[in-house]
């Protein structure tokens, strides 16, 4: 693994990004709008469905930043790059599949970190949320940008063209979105529902998150089952990434 390759790599990648300006308009929109929505909706809630405090919920907005932002990206990336021939052309030179997912796994890292900032400062400006960005935090923005970048992968991967990819992503994200213990307490789940969200990806890193804030605590359970997941989906994402011509 050579690390002047990756931090080549991810600046191209970055730069890229930064050069395509509505992507840029749009992926940071995104934050705001759902922030503002949400932050209306649960002013208004003395009880029932939206009645918890402010922190709960910014866990919640730095949850979709982290599950839509690196799955939409890594996917569509993976599936332009597959029907472009990228994967052959960049198989011919020295960069490997593991230095190529790890610099884009860096630049999702950024976006990533940039949208929670933005959540972080219009969640204070809305609500009566106190403007922190813990240490801790960044480790888990970190952890879980890089594990939904590789399900990105793996989604771009097996998916038969960029529609698809897009499709797939869609179909993922939206149901993780609501069974993950972000938004609804899970009080109002049916109780054979409650153990299937234990096992969704995104479930540790909500529940780290608004430990973090909620409590100041290092979610080490959190942490470790981020982990794990991440090095499962590292390792097939790397197995199927197309990196030679079939």
Known sequence: MNLTRISAESSASWKSFLRKRTAVFFTFLF?????SIFSFIVGTQNNGLFSEEPAYYVA???SIVILFTPLSRMSMTV?????????EKLSTTPLTQT??????SITIFKICLFSTLLVLIIASILTDF???IPLTLILFIFLGSFLFCNIGVILGSIT?????AITASNSIALPLLFLSDTFIPLNFFPNW????ISFSPLTPFSRSTREIFLSSTFPINGFLSLLILTIIAFTISSYLLPFKND
């Open 160 to 164: 038969k063209s960029q529609d698809g």
């Open 99 to 104: 230095e190529w997912l790890l610099a884009h």
């Open 79 to 87: 599936a332009r790059g597959r029907d472009g021939s990228l994967f």
């Open 130 to 132: 106190s403007f922190t």
């Open 60 to 62: 919640s907005y730095i």
């Open 31 to 35: 934050p705001i709008i759902l922030v």
């Open 193 to 196: 529902l409650i153990p299937l």
